[in-house]
């Protein structure tokens, strides 16, 4: 073991040799920021074989055990039921009122998970659309839930889910849609399961059979486009624009984007927001496409923070200040990629008594996403609270606790901070705007504030 309960770092080489293969074969991407992950996950996936057999043996003949593997090792992020609530609330108010119109009688609305790990995001979508009273309008569905994670598809299948899972859902909804099982568990009801199916897929990987036009009204695809190297990337996004019928909407994690994709544009995707939150449209075909972004802006390497530069800067103050920028960086993949403990660590390494109040502020905010993906909503506002007192011309804290004030019903909080976020926008640094605003400009989170006001007042 090596520094902090480690384990053995791999050399460099063989994790050069592990980071082509899973680009090749899984449409993976890690960089050098996570040695110690790779490193922990081919040492258990080589198992008594070592990993330099397992690794020769892979590149020579690659086994579907083998992958299986490697992608349990290292794709199963932490999810749980009614994660990003204000997502949901968009696809049921916004969206399924106008898809059902849509349809002709007898239709069914076809709904994927995509990248659904463990099963809460495809169990939710199906509470969700059965909350929405689908069946009473002649209205039948579905939903496809697809992973790389073999592992995580046998659990989702199981359905059987902790308290932790379940710590977002208020015990109401716990009750109304799920039953116990043993002591600590809980499964969703037959009537919820039944309507999900499961199946082990790449969005990376070409598949002509499966990715049809027109096949899904509404596609899920939240924190896996941050995994896929450019290829895999360029391909998924194919897939899931091409697939989306007209009329149709794609939701991508908080921190992901389509900017910059020529995929997306050509699918004619439009940038909506509703209920707090940002989704894709595909516009009638009677529609022209509208688009906010500028197309000459970076290809598919935009989709990911900026590497880390690859040699030290000149000692001094501005050396520390470009080291806490880089980690401040390391920390936000560490959280989007669902990896919240470890980028909470990393947060932690960045708060000193000399530390800048500014980067305390972003480091208070940060943590305050966080606490969000980790379902810790009060948490997650009492660092907001502190990023926006901390530095009082930071606009990000005041739009996210207006965000959260609103999904608690409390009007009067809400429009305050969602004004003050308006405000202070205007003059929002365009670093701060890089790192935190999701891949979206100053003025689509200008937008955002004013239809939110706008929404809480009627």
């Known amino acids: 073991m090596t520094r902090a309960g480690l384990p053995d770092a791999m050399p460099p080489p063989l994790l050069s040799r592990l980071r082509a293969l899973l680009a ?15 490193s922990a996950a081919l040492g258990r996936a080589a198992g008594d074989a070592g990993p330099q057999r397992f690794l020769d043996q892979m590149e020579l003949a690659p086994t579907r055990a083998g992958l299986d593997a490697l992608a349990a090792e290292l794709t199963v992020g932490e999810t749980f039921f009614f994660r990003h609530p204000e997502q949901l609330e968009a696809l049921r108010a916004e969206l399924l009122p106008s898809l059902v119109r849509g349809l002709p009688p007898g239709g069914r609305l076809r709904v994927l998970s995509a990248g659904c790990a463990t099963g809460e995001e495809a169990y939710t979508l199906a509470i969700t659309l059965h909350r929405a009273g689908l069946q009473a309008q002649g209205i039948d569905w579905e939903v496809l839930a697809l992973d790389v994670n073999p592992l995580a598809l046998a659990r989702a299948a199981a359905a059987r889910y902790g308290e932790w899972s379940l710590r977002a859902t208020p015990p109401e909804q716990r009750d109304l849609w799920f039953r116990r099982v043993g002591d600590h568990e809980w499964t969703p009801l037959p009537s919820i399961r039944q309507r999900v199916r499961f199946e082990l897929r790449q969005l990376g990987q070409p598949d002509a059979a499966f990715w049809t036009p027109d096949r899904f009204d509404v596609i899920f695809c939240r924190n896996v486009l941050m995994y896929l190297e450019p290829a895999a990337l ?11 019928t007209a009329g149709g909407a794609l ?3 908080h921190a992901e984007t389509l900017r910059g994709q020529s995929q997306a544009r050509a699918a004619g995707l439009a940038l909506r927001q509703s209920h707090g939150c940002f989704f894709y449209r595909r516009e009638s075909p009677e529609a022209p496409p509208a688009w906010p972004f500028p197309w000459g802006s970076p290809g598919p390497a935009a989709e990911h923070p900026p590497p ?10 501005a050396a520390a200040q470009s080291a806490d920028q880089a980690l401040l960086d390391e920390a936000l993949l560490l959280v989007e990629a669902g990896q919240v403990e470890d980028g909470l660590r990393a947060c932690a390494r960045l708060i000193a008594p000399r530390t800048p109040a500014a980067l305390q502020a972003d480091v208070l905010f940060l943590q305050g996403l966080a606490m969000e993906e980790r379902g810790q909503l009060p948490a997650a506002e ?14 990000l804290p005041h739009l996210r606790l207006g965000l959260l004030a609103r999904r608690r019903g409390e009007v009067v909080a809400a429009r305050r901070e969602l004004r003050r976020a308006l405000e202070l926008l205007e003059g929002e640094s365009t ?14 989170l200008r937008r955002l504030c ?3 006001i706008r929404e809480v007042r009627s």
């Open 24 to 38: 090749a074969r899984l449409g993976l991407q890690f960089d050098e920021r996570q040695d110690d992950r790779l």
């Open 234 to 244: 360029r391909q998924a996004i194919r897939h899931l624009t091409g697939s989306l």
């Open 251 to 253: 939701f991508l994690g």
């Open 308 to 317: 880390l530069p690859a040699a030290a800067p000149p000692p001094g103050p």
């Open 382 to 395: 009492w660092h907001h609270q502190r990023a926006a007192a901390k530095d009082a011309a930071f606009a």
């Open 431 to 444: 670093e701060r705007l890089r790192r935190f605003g999701g891949g979206f400009e100053r003025d689509d």
């Open 450 to 452: 004013r239809d939110e």
